[in-house]
């Protein structure tokens, strides 16, 4: 290849991105996510972190807009612990019951993306409910260590191991564990998540006895 044909480097269009992430903030998002509206704290959490990655967030925000994010936030807040990952299961905390509470459950995935939203929004996280959230982190915990999504019908652990869940899994306790409550919060049991993790050290995989995938490292 001759100096004549090689491209020029390709221009990083931070305007264009910008625009995009606005446009998701503030306006309907495309209709291609339409899919996607159970994942909207997911969503939320992208488009927040891509704003504030670009040091614009609190240039194209105002105070007010930011607290009402927040308390979108703390709508999807679980009575019992954790976050919903949007608010199409909340029927009511007058409605709920033993029944019918594993349609509206709380969602690992939901609530690690809520506290991490609430984070880059400068929040003080005093309306999280630390030790139901702490309480109901463990009751997520696999006799192997790993960790499933939420809690179904009569508490069942709810999703395959995985090593993501661990991942967030110890990444949520990390945020809300305070030493002040560690006596009368149960606890994850740490030794056997990291047993997990090491088992499946030669590359990162899903679960053990698995192949290594890449996004798992």
Not at 85 to 92: P, Y
Not at 114 to 143: F, H, N, P, T, Y
Not at 182 to 190: A, L, P, Q, R, T
Request: net charge neutral.
């Amino acid at each position: 290849m001759s100096l004549s044909t090689i491209p020029e480097p390709s221009a990083f269009a931070r305007e264009r991105h910008v625009k995009y992430w606005l446009r998701c903030l503030k306006t309907y998002l495309p209709h291609l996510y339409t899919s996607n509206d159970s994942n909207r704290m997911t969503l939320a959490l992208f488009t927040l972190s891509a704003l504030d990655l670009l040091g614009v967030l609190h240039e194209h925000t105002t105070p007010f807009e930011r607290s009402n994010y927040t308390d979108w936030i703390y709508h999807c807040q679980h009575p019992l612990g954790g976050f919903r990952g949007f608010t199409g299961t909340n029927f009511g905390d007058t409605n709920r019951n033993a029944d019918n509470e594993h349609w509206d459950p709380a969602n690992l995935a939901g609530t690690f993306f809520a506290l991490a939203a609430l984070a880059i929004l400068g929040d003080s996280m005093e309306r999280v409910k630390r030790k139901e959230c702490l309480e109901w982190l463990a009751k997520l915990q696999m006799k192997d260590g790993s960790f499933g999504e939420g809690l179904g019908k009569s508490g069942k652990i709810e999703g395959d191991p995985d090593i993501r869940y661990c991942f967030l899994a110890a990444v949520t306790r990390w945020m809300l564990k305070d030493k002040k409550q560690s006596d009368d919060v149960k606890d994850i049991d740490v030794d056997k998540l990291a047993a997990f993790i090491m088992a499946s050290k030669a590359g990162l995989s899903y679960s053990t006895l698995q192949s290594a995938i890449n996004g798992k490292c």
